[in-house]
Nanobody, 124 residues
Framework: QVQLVESGGGLVQAGDSLRLSCAASGRTFSSYAMGWFRQAPGKEREFVGAISWSGGYTYYANSVKGRFTISRDNAKNTVYLQMNRLKPEDTAVYYC?????????????????WGQGTQVTVSS
């Protein structure tokens, strides 16, 4: 089992950058593939990106490809989401999630563990 805590959200202007962190508890963090999702008001939670157990493979939604980068540091039990060139449509609560099922899943039901989320607001 793993517990996840996101941090790093905030209010920024369009074009700015933010880096979100997701700290995991437990000794088996490297056993989990990780994903980032987001949920805007009135919308369903959507896939942002994912990273493999070792960090060697990453996957992104088309809407963030080229602007967002996922990385992880297994020694620190932490996964990161670097967000550059932010747009107002990136405004949402961002969640990290962990899965042992498969790498790069875009489906929420394949992730067993979730953080509480961190708010990102991008003003125009």
């Amino acid at each position: 089992q793993v517990q996840l805590v996101e941090s790093g959200g905030g209010l920024v202007q369009a074009g700015d950058s933010l880096r979100l962190s997701c700290a995991a508890s437990g000794r088996t963090f490297s056993s989990y593939a990780m994903g980032w999702f987001r949920q805007a008001p009135g919308k369903e939670r959507e896939f942002v990106g994912a990273i493999s157990w070792s960090g060697g493979y990453t996957y992104y939604a088309n809407s963030v490809k080229g602007r967002f980068t996922i990385s992880r540091d297994n020694a620190k039990n932490t996964v990161y989401l670097q967000m550059n060139r932010l747009k107002p449509e990136d405004t949402a609560v961002y969640y990290c999630a962990a899965t042992t099922l498969r790498v790069g899943s875009t489906q929420t039901y394949e992730y067993a563990y979730w953080g509480q989320g961190t708010q990102v607001t991008v003003s125009s």
